[in-house]
């Protein structure tokens, strides 16, 4: 034998006889279906890299973008089920279940619920030549100028799409709907005067507010938003509007449970951690958590809840 295969081998067999395995734990991938530096992928560095040192093994961000997320979901929904292969999903998980006329998964039968990870509300934005200080004003003013007010929608069958088509539902005011494709050339336009109004989450939104770039006339969420106190909850003007994007992380179906109540469990650790917490807020992200069962029932809520939006405004990727 060469020496220096026999040195090998001698120093396997040294670690061996002290008790300390050469073997490496698999890595873990995290699939996002989004483009580095957006909020999922955001979301989905902060708990790959907590995760990782938790658990002691190697979890890394793989960013598959395009078809709304449904690449990635694909991906994932097809991966071996030892837990290795997770999808960090967002609010088009449960909008292109009707969105699309046909996808090639099941949104609900072929993942694993791990947990519930974030919430994400949306400020209602305008230019500040817009005349209308709240919701009430806006929708005052759509009614008087019929089809001139212009609102961007970043993303067909987004959840700043659907936000904006409920707003038209509940009132029957007449938008002009101009769709985009992201958030970025949606705030240019805003910004630059070429639209009227946009949905924005924090992230995005927080500097242009502060620099009086923008007004906003109010937040998609049920409650007001730490750090933005004085914007007021749609819902003030129109009941019952509650429409937050969110994240969470599945699996494929069948995975281990021991393996997905552990997950689960770290998730939920690293969500309560104040310092995860604050860090989250900071990026326009309300940390969550919560059990497996949890999240499968809010993902099926979530589709039928988007699902009748998107039937009622027409919307289709199809």
Not at 54 to 71: H, Q, S
Not at 112 to 132: D, E, G, K, Q, R
Not at 253 to 258: E, I, W
Request: net charge neutral; proline share 6%.
């Amino acid at each position: 034998m060469k020496r220096r295969a026999f040195m090998g081998v001698m120093g396997a067999g040294a670690l061996a006889a002290c008790g300390v395995s050469i073997a490496q734990t698999p890595t873990t991938r995290i699939i996002v279906g989004a483009t580095p530096g957006g909020g999922t992928d955001t979301v989905a560095r902060v708990l790959a890299a907590e995760i990782g040192n938790r658990l002691g093994e190697t979890f890394v961000v793989d960013n598959r973008p395009g078809a709304g997320g449904n690449i990635a979901a694909q991906e994932v929904a097809r991966s071996t089920n030892d837990g290795r292969t997770l999808l960090m999903c967002y609010t088009s998980h449960a909008i292109n279940a009707t969105l699309y006329p046909k996808l090639p998964f099941d949104s609900v039968k072929d993942f694993t619920p791990i947990s519930h990870v974030a919430n994400a509300p949306s400020f209602l934005l305008a230019h500040p030549s817009v005349p209308a200080r709240d919701m009430t004003e806006l929708i005052a003013l759509a009614k008087t100028r019929p089809g001139e007010l212009s609102i961007a929608l970043p993303g067909i069958g987004s959840a700043g799409h659907l936000c904006a088509e409920v707003i038209k539902l509940q009132t029957g005011v007449d938008m002009l709907s101009v769709p985009y494709k992201g958030t970025a050339p949606a705030m240019n336009d805003l910004l630059g005067g070429q639209i009227n109004l946009m949905f924005a989450g924090a992230a995005l939104a927080k500097g242009q507010l502060a620099a009086k770039s923008v007004k906003a006339l109010g937040v998609s969420s049920a409650q007001r938003m730490v750090g933005f106190e004085s914007i007021p909850p749609i819902a003030d003007t129109l009941p019952g509007y509650d429409f937050s994007a969110w994240y969470g992380l599945l699996g494929p179906a069948g995975m281990n449970a021991t393996r997905t109540e552990r997950l689960s469990q770290v998730t939920a650790e690293i969500l309560g951690d104040p310092s995860i917490k604050e860090r989250l807020l900071g990026e326009g992200l309300i940390s969550v958590g919560g059990s497996p069962q949890d999240f499968q029932r809010f993902v099926e809520t979530e589709i039928s809840n988007w699902g009748k939006i998107v039937q009622a405004s027409g919307a289709s990727a199809g």
